[in-house]
């Protein structure tokens, strides 16, 4: 390389900051403010909030890493183009120690901020809710013993659920109460399936044997996806449902017609448990 390249190199380098600089700063508040508020989950539940603002937060830190390569490469494709016509190898790079230590210290520094506060989101704010803890989280809720409990039962290929508080009652519609704590209790009857509710932020293993405990506080009313995000055979796809999030009064006047509606059922019902086992396996004792 000659005297006068290398001497162009820290003024190409400024340039490039400069350019970077000031795309990072058009598109950091468009993500925070304009994109961010669209992102999924959405704000249905706190924990959907809280995962919402996970991918907020990573959207607004990978950007700008994403614009640094991209301005990067456009710079080089303009400025060092070769214009002479002919064919010319440019001058052999030999590595750079500063950068390379800047690279790995910097890389590594996100990485590892982005694991403990990942980690801390998804064990300690999140609750829980969809990490499939098991039938004890490592973080409850405050006020998780007064939770609402609703039963979620999976199986080969439909949900239904039941809820202990109104004399267990099995019904194959899924509504929760705005603003109440509610503790999902998925267990399954045959093989593995996931509950998944996108906008409450839920997804939790559906395993038979196992009460798989997930808590949401719903901030507002409106409709939820239900899906099984586990792929459990042929007629996986249709395990989708709608959920409600109904006002509280809408809620128990609902209970109330579900429980009459699904009164002849009852007698039929195994009484209400944690886990149920599925009929091959009773039938093998
Ligand atoms: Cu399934």
Redesign the pocket.
């Known amino acids: 390389m000659t005297t006068a390249a290398s001497a162009q190199i820290p003024r190409h380098g400024i340039r490039i900051v400069l350019i970077w600089l000031v795309l990072t700063a058009i598109a950091a508040p468009l993500i925070v403010f304009v994109l961010g508020p669209h992102l999924p989950p959405g704000n249905m539940t706190s924990e959907a909030g809280s995962q919402r603002d996970a991918n907020v937060l990573l959207t607004a830190l990978l950007v700008p890493i994403a614009l640094l390569v991209v301005t990067f490469f456009v710079y080089s494709f303009v400025v060092f183009r070769n214009r002479t016509g002919g064919i010319v190898d440019g001058p052999p790079l030999f590595g750079d120690a500063g950068v390379q230590l800047l690279w790995i210290v910097l890389t590594g520094a996100i990485v590892l901020a982005l694991a403990v506060w990942g980690s801390y989101t998804l064990i300690v704010s999140s609750h829980g809710a969809g990490g499939g803890q098991g039938p004890s989280p490592v973080d409850q809720p405050k006020g998780h013993e007064h939770a609402l409990p609703v039963q979620v039962i ?1 199986q ?2 439909e949900w239904t659920f039941r809820y202990p508080t109104y004399g267990g009652f099995e019904s194959r519609d899924l509504a929760i109460p705005d603003n109440t704590l509610v503790a999902f209790h998925v267990t399954s009857l045959d093989i593995t ?2 509950f998944w509710a996108y906008e409450l932020g839920v997804k939790a293993d559906a395993v038979p044997g196992v009460d798989d405990i997930a808590y949401v506080n719903a901030r507002h009313t409106g409709f939820f996806q239900i899906r ?1 995000a ?1 792929l ?1 055979g042929l007629w ?1 796809a249709h ?1 989708a449902k709608k959920g409600r999030v109904l006002s509280l009064p809408a809620f128990q006047a609902w209970i109330k017609a579900a429980k009459q509606k699904n009164a002849v059922v009852q007698k039929y019902l195994a009484p209400y448990s944690d886990v149920y086992f599925p009929a091959p396996l009773r039938r093998a004792g």
């Open positions: 999976a080969q290929w399936h996931s099984c586990e459990c996986h395990m």
